[in-house]
């Protein structure tokens, strides 16, 4: 069942590059397992470039910056993302394919939203991504819903006093996505420009989108 628990209370590594190569070391241990696995008959080369362009062009983050874009830009579509993300989703050419109903919640100077799953991992991957290596983990899981604020501050984000942290439990049958609040200094800005401004964590709460002066102009 799913729920959500308001609270009143008030990464990616980088490798040197192999010399004479541009790969990182983890993409040739990726390259080289692939290898492997091919040779053996384990995977299909034609098989692992379909999984690996459907998560570089199709499934990802970026899919849901540009869900969170439009809504910045276009109140009507604002509107019909709160009201059921699912369908809202679906008039841009999305497909949800995770879980039976995608709900959005917004973040404002009131309440700030938070995403966990206390049973497992549920994620909505069609829009996010695989979901990062923390959120499966035990203690963001066990923490998020009895301290919020302070696993907040493990991230680096602070509020303030008066804005109520809301944590929303998935399950597998109800995902959530944050709408975070729209970074100051960004009229006029094209949904594309505004898309790049959205980070992972920032759908998920535990993190905000980048400010104006973070992206080229």
């Known amino acids: 069942m799913s729920g959500s628990h308001?609270?009143?209370?008030?990464?990616?590594?980088?490798?040197?590059?192999?010399?004479?190569?541009?790969?990182?070391?983890?993409?040739l241990r990726v390259r080289a397992l692939e290898t492997i696995l091919t040779e053996?008959?384990?995977?299909?080369?034609?098989?692992?470039d379909s999984?690996?362009?459907t998560y570089e062009t199709k499934i990802g983050p970026h899919i849901g910056a540009q869900v969170v874009a439009r809504a910045w830009v276009d109140a009507d579509f604002k509107t019909a993302l709160i009201?059921?993300?699912?369908?809202?989703?679906?008039r841009?050419?999305?497909?949800?394919?995770?879980?039976?109903?995608?709900?959005?919640?917004?973040?404002?100077?009131?309440?700030?939203?938070?995403?966990?799953?206390?049973l497992c991992s549920c994620y909505p991957w069609d829009l996010l991504g695989l979901p990062p290596a923390w959120y499966k983990s035990t203690p963001y899981r066990a923490r998020t819903v009895k301290e919020p604020r302070k696993v907040l501050a493990d991230f680096?984000?602070?509020?303030?006093d008066e804005t109520k942290v809301?944590?929303?439990?998935?399950?597998?049958?109800?995902?959530?996505?944050?709408?975070?609040m729209r970074p100051a200094a960004t009229?006029?800005?094209?949904?594309?420009?505004?898309?790049?401004?959205?980070?992972?964590?920032s759908m998920i709460g535990t993190g905000f989108p980048k400010a104006a002066n973070e992206v080229a102009a």
């Open 166 to 180: 809301r944590v929303w439990d998935s399950t597998a049958e109800t995902r959530f996505i944050v709408l975070p």
């Open 92 to 118: 841009l050419g999305l497909q949800q394919k995770v879980g039976d109903h995608l709900i959005a919640v917004e973040n404002t100077p009131a309440t700030h939203n938070m995403i966990v799953c206390t």
């Open 156 to 160: 680096g984000v602070t509020l303030p």
């Open 6 to 27: 308001d609270h009143e209370h008030g990464h990616e590594d980088h490798h040197d590059h192999e010399h004479g190569s541009e790969l990182s070391e983890m993409q």
């Open 51 to 53: 999984i690996i362009e």
């Open 187 to 201: 009229e006029g800005w094209s949904e594309e420009k505004l898309a790049s401004l959205v980070t992972r964590d």
């Open 83 to 90: 009201a059921d993300a699912s369908k809202a989703i679906a």
């Open 40 to 48: 053996k008959g384990y995977v299909d080369p034609a098989a692992l």
